[in-house]
Structures are given as C-alpha cells and as structure tokens.
C-alpha cells in the first residue's frame, strides 16, 4: 500500500542554516503530495503542495518538488528562522472517497537564535 | 474567520466515563475527519465523514463514536474511555470540490484517561 516515510528528527540548526527535510513516498498511480507544519500547542495547517510530476510547490520560503523518478518530495529552505520551529509533516493523497491522506511520521524542527 | 474549532483543548478523566470532544467548522466544509496523534506513531484517522449523515471507519475507531447531523458538527465520543485513549486528538475539515482540498485542522484536544 501507499506509505511515506520522512528523515527522523529532531532537526537543531542555527538561524540562517539550510534545512533540507528528507521524504520519499512508496503510492500507486499519481497522488498528491502535501507538506504540513505544526507549530507548538497547534493543529496542522498546510505549507506546501504539489498535484504532479516536476511540480514545485513552495509558500513562505519553502519549497519541495515532486519527484517521480526518485519518489521524493524533499523540503527545503535557504535560510531558517527562530519562527520556523516546528513539527513538519509530508503526507500523500489517499485514493477512493475517503480523503485520508497517507502522513509520515513527522520531523521536529528546532531553530536557534 | 475561518477555523475549526475544538472543545475542550484539555481534559483528565478516569476509565469508564463517557465524554465527547466537540468539533465545529464555520466553512460549509463538507467533509470532516478526526485524528489522534501518539509519539512515535503519527497521525492516525479514527473516523470520517463526507457528509450529513454519512460517516465511516477510519484506521483505528474501536472504542470511539462519531455522529454528523448537522454540516458543521462532527462531534467525537468515547463511551467508555480507557488509558489506551490517552493522546492529542485533532478535528480536520476540507471542501470536496474543485480537485483535493487541503485539510484545515482544529487546534488539537489533549485527553488523559487514568
């Protein structure tokens, strides 16, 4: 079945480091890939998608291109922030009519001033 | 504005005592969703609902109940809570239409069952 694993964390980088969020999905057919953030004490909310192949989605200096090739949608950002600090999920379109989607397991993200 | 909006974001029970997590969407979403999240194990789909009175099984939904009769409200029970219950519940919601919709999450309920 569909699965996505993403790199384990925790993640510690210093102010204006590169971050780059590992996530290779396993799915048949063509699903979407999503990135979503958790910021600390709330729910999930969206940061980037892409619908196809070579697709790049980005959103508040983040990007991720989907790779069908190497089945990866690895996240990345030129320079973090202390606000960036969260917990980042990749996750991919479930198929049918539930609109589950299929999560990895979450990479913690600690930015350092 | 619009959101999700969970109720209570924290609660301490014991073994055995119904209770119900209140979800509520201000979006005309049809579709409604809850998840627990546990460490190490992610997140994880209890039940969902794609409409009014249209609800089915996630991946985990022994020992929860769920109900939608009205659009906005997708309300979570546990009849009968047990510390295996414990864990950070999340209400989620997205439209149907236009293509896949992105998910929009409540802020999270913290349940501990002693």
């Known amino acids: 079945g569909n699965s996505v694993t993403q790199m384990e964390g925790p993640v510690t980088l210093s102010e204006e480091a590169f971050l780059t969020i590992n996530c290779t999905y396993t799915a048949t057919g063509y699903p979407s890939l999503f990135w979503y953030v958790q910021y600390p004490g709330e729910g999930l909310q969206l940061l980037l998608k892409?619908?196809?192949a070579d697709d790049k989605g980005s959103n508040k200096g983040f990007e991720a291109t989907y790779r069908k090739e190497t089945t990866s949608f690895h996240l990345e950002k030129g320079s973090v922030q202390v606000s960036d600090s969260a917990v980042y999920f990749c996750a991919l379109s479930g198929t049918g009519n539930n609109r589950k989607l299929i999560w990895g397991l979450g990479t913690s993200l600690a930015v350092n001033p | 504005e619009a959101q999700v909006t969970q109720n209570p974001r924290y609660l301490i029970t014991v073994t055995g005592k119904k209770l119900t997590v209140t979800c509520s969407q201000n979006m005309n979403h049809e579709y409604m969703s809850w998840y627990r999240q546990d460490p190490g194990l992610g997140l994880r789909q209890i039940y969902y609902?794609?409409?009014?009175?249209?609800?089915d099984k996630g991946d985990v939904p022994e020992g929860y109940k769920v109900s939608r009769k009205e659009k906005r409200n997708f309300p979570l029970i546990l009849e009968s809570p047990s510390p295996n219950q414990t864990s950070l519940y999340f209400c989620?919601?997205?439209?149907?239409?236009?293509?896949?919709?992105?998910?929009?999450f409540g802020n999270g309920t913290r349940l501990t069952v002693t």
């Open positions: 609902s794609m409409n009014v009175e249209v609800t």
């Open positions: 892409a619908t196809k």
């Open positions: 989620a919601s997205s439209t149907t239409t236009g293509g896949y919709s992105p998910l929009h």
